[in-house]
C-alpha cells in the first residue's frame, strides 16, 4: 500500500515520497493501522484537523461499501454445498497466508538478543491465552525499564 | 446498547493495535471468544474477504464483524470506533511533534512493541491452525487437510502472489474436491 500512497500523494502535490516515509515511521509509533495514520497525517498536514477528518472518512470510506454490499449479497451463499466446501480449503489457507507475513516480521524486528526475549515472552504469553492488551504493557513496560536502566549507569 | 458494545470494543482495538492491518486480529481472536458476537470461522472467512476486498484489511474486519454482529449501522459503528483512536491520536500528536520524534523512550517503548505483535499474530496463527484441523477434520481425513494445508503453504513461502490469488486458488479447488 506504501508505494500507492507515495504515488497518489506525488501526483497530487500533497505530500513528497520522504514526507510519507516519516508519516510512516511515525505511524509505527502511534496507535493504529498504519495505512489509516498515514492518511489522517497527510489530511492533518493539509487542512489541520478537518482535513484530517476527510482523509479519514476517504481511507475507510472503501472498506465500508464494498464490505457492507458484499456481506449483504453473500449472506446466503454460505449454506451451498459447493461453497461450504470452497471454504474449507479456503480455511486451510489463510494460516498459510499470514505465516511468510510473520516470517518477514521476525526477520525485520529481532535485531537484538533483546528482541528475540521479548518475542519469546510475547509467544509465550500469547499462547497462555492472555490478552492482547496486557502483552503490549507488559513487553512495552519491559522495554522502557531497559531504557531507564541503560540510562542510568 | 449492542452499538456502544461493539463502538468501545473497537476503540480499544483502534487504541492497541500497532502496525498493519494483521495487527488486529488478535484482538479479534480474543472478541470472539469472549463475546458470542462470531465464531472463530466468522473471522476466517473475515480474514478471507479482507483480503480479496480493496481497504485496509483492519478496517474491512470492523465493518464486517459490526455487520455481522448487528446489521449495516453496527457496521459503521464498529469502524468509526475502531478509526477514532487513531484520529485523536494523530491530532494530538502533531501538536507535540517535534518533540515527539526526538522522544528516545518512547522509541525505545516501541521498539519493543514491534516484535511482540509479530509473536502475538503467530500465537493467534498456530491456535488458529489447532480449531480449524479440530473443527473441519475427523481422524480419517485428517491426513488429507494436513496435506493440502502443507500443500498452501509451499506456495505462500514459494510464490510472490497477491493474497486475493492464493484465496480463489484455495476456494476453486475446494469446490472441485467437493464435486469429485
Known amino acids: 500500500m506504501l508505494p500507492l500512497i507515495q504515488k497518489i500523494m506525488k501526483q497530487r502535490g500533497w505530500a513528497t515520497e520522504k514526507e510519507i516515509l516519516n508519516y510512516y515511521a511515525l505511524s509505527q509509533m502511534t496507535p493504529g493501522i498504519i495505512a489509516v495514520n498515514i492518511s489522517t497525517f497527510v489530511g492533518y498536514k493539509l487542512k489541520g484537523w478537518s482535513g484530517a477528518i476527510c482523509t479519514m472518512i476517504g481511507i475507510i470510506a472503501p472498506s465500508l461499501i464494498v464490505i457492507t454490499l458484499l456481506a449483504l449479497g453473500l449472506s446466503k451463499i454460505w449454506t451451498d454445498p459447493i461453497v461450504q466446501n470452497a471454504f474449507a480449503s479456503v480455511q486451510l489457507m489463510v494460516p498459510a ?3 511468510p507475513i510473520i516470517v518477514k516480521m521476525v526477520k525485520d ?45 | ?36 458476537w462470531f465464531s472463530t470461522s466468522d473471522l476466517v472467512k473475515m480474514i478471507a474477504i479482507s483480503e480479496s476486498t480493496p481497504g485496509p484489511l483492519g478496517v474491512n474486519m470492523a ?9 449495516v449501522w453496527g457496521g459503521l459503528v464498529a469502524t468509526l470506533g475502531l478509526v477514532l483512536p487513531m484520529l485523536l491520536g494523530i491530532i494530538i500528536l502533531c501538536h507535540f511533534l517535534k518533540r515527539f520524534k526526538e522522544s ?17 499474530i503467530f500465537g493467534f496463527v498456530l491456535r488458529l491452525i489447532k480449531t480449524i484441523f479440530e473443527h473441519t477434520s475427523t481422524p480419517e481425513t485428517f491426513g488429507l487437510s494436513l496435506g493440502i494445508f502443507l500443500f498452501y503453504l509451499f506456495l505462500t513461502f514459494k510464490f510472490k502472489w497477491h493474497p486475493i490469488t492464493f484465496i480463489v486458488l484455495a476456494a476453486i479447488l475446494g469446490a472441485l474436491k467437493g464435486l469429485l
Open chain 2, 63 to 71: 465493518t464486517y464483524t459490526g455487520l455481522q454482529t448487528a446489521g
Open chain 1, 109 to 153: 524486528r529481532a535485531t537484538d538478543r533483546f528482541c528475540l526475549v521479548l518475542m519469546g515472552l510475547a509467544l509465550f504469553l500469547a499462547l497462555l491465552n492472555c490478552s492482547p492488551v496486557e502483552i503490549l504493557l507488559l513487553c512495552g513496560f519491559v522495554s522502557f525499564l531497559r531504557f531507564y536502566m541503560r540510562g542510568k549507569k
Open chain 1, 97 to 99: 497466508l499470514i505465516l
Open chain 2, 104 to 120: 528516545e523512550w518512547v522509541e525505545a517503548i516501541f521498539q519493543g512493541l514491534r516484535p511482540a505483535v509479530a509473536m502475538m
Open chain 2, 1 to 36: 446498547m449492542i452499538y456502544i458494545a461493539l463502538f468501545f470494543s473497537f476503540f480499544k482495538i483502534g487504541l492497541f493495535a500497532i502496525g498493519g492491518g494483521l495487527a488486529t486480529v488478535p484482538f479479534l481472536f480474543q472478541l470472539s471468544e469472549e463475546t458470542n
